[in-house]
């Protein structure tokens, strides 16, 4: 068999919102790379999709650095790119789990990048934590002529509030040390009402806070935080 890349999406954490598709492929795997939050950590990724891993799956894990040095990081994104075509070349199936969906805010893409041989590699798309809150929370993304923005909160502040401006319903990622700011801006857009937070969607510890405004500005917060905001969306 010739080797093929598999970027495969784990989905926001409990371990049956992985695709089926996901989970066959993953149990076929000679290797698996999976992304570390701390060098020599455990990946999140990893136990969501361990139950699916063939007794053959190698396991390695590769810590991204999150530092400001551009220099140290795009070594890293080299050196594992580089890493996965040669595992190919070598006629290995190979699979790289990412959290959520592979495309959206995802380290996967900077691989992507520098990876120019699409006929071995599939991408398999998952379920995105915003996907999973607006489930948990029952409250919808967008209906209708509504418009849905996903701003990241490390935007400019600028860019944050012409967003909350301009869309009907917004996904607000990455809070985690945001959290003041961002509420702030929601206050000044009349927005905290429309809004609501979830932390670690899906896994055991989720937490979801309907009433913001009531949210201390130094609530300690988990890495994995949301806000959705739905100006238009109430139940009858
Ligand atoms: C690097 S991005 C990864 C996004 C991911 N690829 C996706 O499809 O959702 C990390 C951000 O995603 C959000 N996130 C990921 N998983 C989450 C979860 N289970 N609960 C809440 N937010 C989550 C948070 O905003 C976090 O800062």
């Known amino acids: 068999m010739s080797g093929k890349l598999y970027a495969l999406s ?9 695709t089926v598709r996901g989970a066959r492929i993953l149990g076929q ?13 455990d990946s999140l990724a990893l136990s969501i999709v361990r139950e699916y891993l063939g007794v053959q799956t190698e396991v390695r ?24 075509a040669a595992e190919v070349q070598a006629g290995k199936q190979v ?15 900077f691989l992507l990048q ?20 607006a489930a948990r929370a029952q409250m919808p993304l967008a209906m209708e002529q509504q418009s ?14 012409q967003a909350l401006q301009q869309h009907d319903s917004l996904v607000l990622m990455k809070v985690y040390g945001r ?5 702030t801006l929601l206050a000044q857009a009349g927005l905290l009402e429309h809004a609501l937070m979830m932390a670690e969607a899906t896994l055991p510890g989720e937490q979801c806070w309907r009433q913001l405004s ?5 609530q300690p917060l988990p890495y994995f935080s949301t806000i959705l905001v739905n100006k238009q969306w109430e139940r009858r």
Do not use: N
Not at 148 to 161: D, F, K, N, Q
């Open 148 to 161: 849905l923005g996903v701003v990241s909160c490390t935007a400019p502040e600028e860019e944050i509030r």
């Open 10 to 18: 784990t989905g926001p954490g409990a371990t049956d919102l992985i």
């Open 114 to 133: 520098r990876l120019v041989q699409p006929q071995w590699l599939e991408i398999v798309p998952g379920v995105t934590s915003f996907a999973a809150i």
């Open 95 to 109: 699979g790289f789990i990412t959290l959520g969906d592979a495309m959206l805010f995802s380290t996967w893409v």
């Open 214 to 218: 009531e949210v201390r500005d130094d």
């Open 61 to 84: 894990c590769c810590h991204f650095p999150m530092s400001a040095d551009s220099a140290e990081k795009e070594g890293v994104w080299d050196e594992v790119a580089a890493a996965l």
């Open 179 to 183: 959290f003041a700011r961002i509420k």
């Open 29 to 41: 795997l000679d290797v698996l790379y999976a992304p570390a939050g701390r060098k020599g950590g």
